[in-house]
Every structure is written in C-alpha cells, then in structure tokens.
C-alpha cells in the first residue's frame, strides 16, 4: 500500500478527544505503509512542541506520548502551519522529532501528482 494519507488537525489540547482520534487515524495509515503527513493549523501546532502532547484523554483511550511514539516509528512526519506558530509566539521553539514548520505549499508539493486521502478534525 503507497497511497499517500494527510491528516488536518486544528485542535489542540483543548479537545484531546479529537486530538486522539487523528493521531489514531494518522497511526493506521503510518503503521499501514501508506506515507503519512499530519498539517497542523490553529491550535494543534502547539502539539508539536515537546513535552505537549501529554493528555489521555479518557478512559481507556491510548495516552497521547504512546500514540506520537508509533507515528514517529512508523514513519509519519508533521508540516506545522508558519502563520499559526508565528501566531502563537513559537517560531524560536524547536519541534519534536518529524515536524517541520511548513505551509500548503510544502503540503501540495508533498502530495504530488498522485493525491493523497485526507481526513480533517
């Protein structure tokens, strides 16, 4: 399977319900061989900050730490949106392993001519 997968993410901790669920989509398709790009926009770019993403977010579900891990040994890379770190005052941060400050520019060029299934939380 080389589909290419992207997961939009514009939530951050404030919802780590949501947050869980895309890592989770975004682990299926990394763990699944399909190269996997989550953008992250608004609030979510704050995720790719380390030391962040820490939540579990009910019982039950997979603690977030657990979920980044797999995604990252699975291959999955990050493009966090330039507006939104500038916005939030974390263009100086350095950013967990596998993210990159990047735009849609980046994104598109990523994706290529072959599309990629997307999903959007």
Do not use: H, Q
């Not at 869980?20 to 975004?26: E, I, S």
Request: aromatic fraction near 6%; charged fraction near 20%; include cysteine.
């Amino acid at each position: 399977m080389s589909a290419k997968a992207v997961i939009n993410l514009t939530t951050g901790l404030e919802d780590a319900e949501k947050v869980t669920v895309a890592f989770l989509t975004a682990v299926a398709a990394a763990e699944a061989g399909r190269p996997t790009m989550m953008f992250l926009t608004k609030e979510a770019v704050r995720l790719a900050v380390p030391g962040v993403a820490v939540a579990t977010a009910c019982d039950g579900c997979p603690p977030l730490p657990d979920l980044l891990k797999r995604y990252s040994a699975a291959g999955g890379r990050y493009l966090a949106c330039p507006i939104c770190i500038n916005a939030k005052g974390l263009e100086d941060v350095e950013l967990i392993e596998g993210a990159t400050v990047g735009g849609t520019v980046p994104l598109w060029e990523w994706i290529g001519d072959e599309g990629a299934t997307t999903f959007s939380f």
